[in-house]
């Protein structure tokens, strides 16, 4: 790919511009792009890649947020279910005692 070829040939070059022993042009590359020229292609493809990564932090947060959220209420569900089987019996207890009183009086 021709970006790979770009990053060979600008991973050396000095910030302030080509070196003496640098070759002029990189095969496969138009002639017109100057070193100063495949640095900004370089940067420009590093940004892509930073954000690229933000996003995918991004969502990851996202989805444990929403992992979160969802133990959450599943435990409310469980909690709430709990909260009924206690109601049942409980009211089982009661009609129960309602019935043994009945039967005392």
């Known amino acids: 790919m021709w970006l790979n070829r770009i990053?060979?040939?600008t991973r050396d070059l000095p910030k302030d511009g080509p070196?003496?022993?640098a070759p002029?042009?990189?095969p496969g590359l138009p002639i017109s792009l100057l070193p100063s020229d495949r640095r900004a292609i370089f940067e420009q493809e590093n940004l892509l890649y930073e954000?690229?990564?933000v996003k995918r932090a991004r969502a990851h947060k996202n989805f444990c947020v929403a992992k979160r959220r969802l133990a959450w209420f599943r435990s409310q569900q469980d909690e709430l279910t709990h909260l009924e089987a206690?109601?049942?019996r409980l009211t089982a207890d009661t009609s129960r005692e309602e019935a043994r009183l009945l039967e005392i009086r």
């Open 24 to 26: 002029p042009s990189t």
């Open 19 to 21: 070196s003496q022993n």
């Open 86 to 88: 206690t109601l049942k």
């Open 51 to 53: 954000l690229k990564f």
């Open 7 to 9: 990053r060979r040939s």
